[in-house]
């Protein structure tokens, strides 16, 4: 079977299945027994501090490096190096030949995945003009600054029409408005149906592209699902208070699991069945308060909250208070 012939599941089932993936490196087991479902047509975050294993994870998918167990599929079919054809693949590390036309590097791009030379020149004229690049088609890529590069190189992941693309720091280098044009070129390919796995550090736009997120920490997958049940997952609240003369809130308030100092504002996380309107009380009695906010908690909270719980049970300390 050649790559063009790979029969796609169905919007929504499974594309992309990692199984028991493992790899260590001397002592260090840098990915431990790591299993993933990624479904078709979805926008999958693949989130960890550094160090987590997410890059060997992503290398041993793209065949980069070879993993000591487990096993992975491509729409129900072991990943092999004719399948990966199928795969774009942004690292993070980025590499352009410098003294090719913008256009002649995507082109060249895309014919190594089998796009013809004329389709390719076109596709290529089409990309440069989707982001803005239409007046650098003939100058060479070294005429182009950083985020441009990131923008072209972009480009070079889509441009052959992949069923699965891999973006590993997407937004590195870019300004608000790129990130912008960036988030809405993969809302576009998503809605194509092309399958997205993003591995960020910048939480706040996992959580508005993300249909699901894995999150791991040292090599161990601890959460996994669709963004409303790791949600689920995590039913507390989290207040945000601060006094007009700047003192700590008290120390004693009712159904408070943590409360630590975060950006100028007192960061209280509160027990699933804690009303937070039940804090208004002996906050005020305290002092003048300046700032009062009640919310469910963000993805980048989330994410905190889970890697502080995972490192407290490894050290042996429980749960964190």
């Known amino acids: ?123 290529a004229e089409q990309w440069l003009e989707r982001l803005g690049l239409s007046e650098y088609v003939k100058r060479k890529v070294d005429n182009l600054s950083k985020g441009m590069q990131q923008k072209l190189q972009v480009a070079a992941t889509f441009i052959f029409e992949p069923d699965l693309v891999i973006l590993d720091e997407v937004f590195s280098g870019l300004d608000p408005l790129n990130i912008e044009l960036m988030r809405d070129l993969i809302l576009e390919e998503k809605a194509k149906g092309t399958t997205i796995l993003f591995s960020t550090h910048m939480l706040a736009e996992a959580e508005r592209l ?12 601890i959460l996994d699902g669709p963004l409303d049940s790791v949600r689920a997952a995590f039913p507390f609240r989290v207040v945000r208070v601060a006094y007009r003369d700047g003192k700590e809130p008290p120390a004693d308030l009712p159904g408070v699991l943590d409360r630590r100092l975060d950006e100028r504002t007192w960061r209280l996380e509160l027990a699933p069945d804690q009303d937070p309107q039940a804090l208004l009380a002996p906050l005020t009695a305290a002092g003048e308060l300046s700032f009062f906010s009640a919310n469910r908690p963000t993805l980048s909270e989330i994410f905190l909250t889970a890697v502080r719980r995972r490192r407290a049970d490894v050290s042996g300390e429980g749960s964190p208070s």
């Open 1 to 123: 079977m050649t790559p063009a012939e790979l029969k796609l599941p169905p919007i929504g089932e499974p594309l992309l299945e990692v199984n028991g993936l493992a790899k260590r490196y001397g002592t260090k087991l840098a990915v431990n027994d790591v299993s993933l479902s990624i479904p078709r047509g979805s926008i999958y975050g693949f989130l960890g501090p550094n160090g987590a294993g997410k890059t060997t994870t992503i290398r041993c998918l793209m065949d980069i490096i070879l993993p000591d167990a487990g096993t992975m599929t491509l729409g129900g079919l072991p990943l092999e190096r004719r399948l990966r054809d199928r795969i774009g693949y942004l690292p993070e590390e980025r590499g352009l030949y410098r003294k090719m036309t913008c256009q002649d590097q995507l082109a060249y791009l895309a014919q190594l995945k089998e796009v013809p030379r004329r389709e390719a020149l076109l596709r």
């Open 210 to 221: 993300c249909d699901a997120v894995c999150l791991i920490e040292g090599g161990v997958k």
